[in-house]
Structures are given as structure tokens and as C-alpha cells.
């Protein structure tokens, strides 16, 4: 008798991977799990791995896609915010959910989009991965050709930017240039575990409206 997914317990902070997992399977896999989950999905050439995070991932994540989405009022750039997506190319067999990605500069071409798939709409400009209780796979968003990944460790930010195909470190963003992003996450990351994570949002808001 087959063991259904649903049967399956994964902890917080634990990871559960499969091979040899089929695009249909992945596609079946996804619609079993359902949209209002915590797990996340990597899937890559047939190896579909399934985390579910810890709660201090949880927090960081939301003080960050809160601090991006501060810089991008600020700044008036227009922007989406599709959160964990799933992001998925079956023509390169690859399929991630970040834990936020942002639509910038090719905001135009997904609005009103529910749903994206990138066999024929654009990758999202930015994501962010927390890799407090794991560590992100570069080649999913290589490959899927996401111009921007941050992803965050107990160390600290690290950026990574596409160029030529392939993932560089870089010491600043692209998308927010002549801000130390690196030193600002930091910094209030560390401060929202003394003062709250509302308070060092809005002492970054006020950061900004300080220096720009």
C-alpha cells in the first residue's frame, strides 16, 4: 500500500527529500499539499525537497519583505509582492517558493495575476530566501533566471546577482542603489530581538526618511 503525503509529519526546522519525483508528480505533489501551508518546495530535475520552517525564519522573512516594501514607497517604485509563489518552468524542470518575491521592473507583466508561470511570464525581480533552518539551492533561481537573490543566514545578508547566467556576490542591490541594504538589515534584524519587530520597522522607516 502507498504512503499518501498527507500521512506525512515534518517538523518545524526538518526537511523531507524525494527523487526521482516526476513533473506530474511535482504538479500533484503541490496540489495535495494546497496553497495555505507552511511547508516549502524546492524542486529540481526530479529532486523535490520539502521544508518546514522555524519560527524565528518566519520572523526575519517578515521584517524583510516589510523593509523592502518600506524602501519601494519611499522611493515611489511600483511594485507586486507575490509573497512564496511557487515558481515553476516544466521546459527546465525546476520549481521553488521563496519566502517573498517582489515584481519590479516587470511589474506591468503580472498584474492582475494570480498565478505565474514562468514557461511564459518573467521571473520576479527580486527574492528572498531565510536560510536560518536550511540552505537555499542557487541553481533553482539561476536557472529560472531570477535577476536578484538575498538570502539571509544566522551570519547575516548576502545579495546575489545574475550575471552572465551565473549567481555573483555582491557587496550592494541592484534594485536600491547607494543604500547599504546589507548594514540595514543587519542592523534591525538584530534590533527587533531587544525592541520588537514593529519598532525597529518603523525606526528603519524613519532611517529612511532621514537619509533619502
Known amino acids: 500500500m502507498l504512503l499518501e503525503l498527507r500521512q506525512l509529519r515534518i517538523q518545524p526546522g526538518q526537511q ?3 527523487e526521482d519525483v516526476s513533473w506530474e508528480q511535482f504538479e500533484n505533489i503541490l ?10 518546495i524546492s524542486y529540481s530535475n526530479g529532486f523535490l525537497e520539502i521544508m518546514v520552517p522555524l519560527p524565528e525564519h518566519e520572523k526575519a522573512k517578515e ?3 516589510d523593509m523592502v516594501k518600506i524602501l519601494l514607497q519611499e522611493l515611489s517604485i511600483n ?7 511557487t515558481l515553476k518552468n516544466e521546459a527546465m524542470s525546476q520549481g521553488v517558493e521563496p519566502d517573498a518575491c517582489f515584481y519590479i521592473q516587470n511589474q506591468a507583466a503580472v498584474i492582475g495575476k494570480n498565478r505565474i508561470n514562468l514557461n511564459m511570464d518573467p521571473p520576479p525581480d527580486l527574492a528572498i530566501e531565510i536560510d536560518i533552518t536550511s540552505r537555499t539551492q542557487l541553481g533553482n533561481y539561476q536557472m529560472l533566471g531570477v535577476p536578484e537573490l538575498w538570502r539571509y543566514e544566522k551570519q547575516g545578508l548576502k545579495i546575489h546577482v545574475l550575471e552572465n547566467g551565473k549567481y555573483v556576490e555582491s557587496n550592494c542591490s541592484p534594485t536600491f542603489p547607494g543604500i ?3 548594514e540595514l538589515v543587519n542592523q534591525y534584524i538584530q534590533q527587533s530581538q531587544f525592541i520588537g519587530s514593529s519598532q525597529a520597522i518603523r525606526a528603519f522607516r524613519d532611517w529612511l526618511r532621514d537619509h533619502i
Open 63 to 65: 521584517i524583510i519583505g
Open 16 to 18: 523531507l527529500l524525494l
Open 180 to 182: 547599504p541594504i546589507i
Open 79 to 85: 511594485y507586486d509582492a507575490l509573497g512564496s509563489t
Open 31 to 40: 496540489a495535495e499539499l494546497g496553497e495555505h501551508r507552511a511547508a516549502r
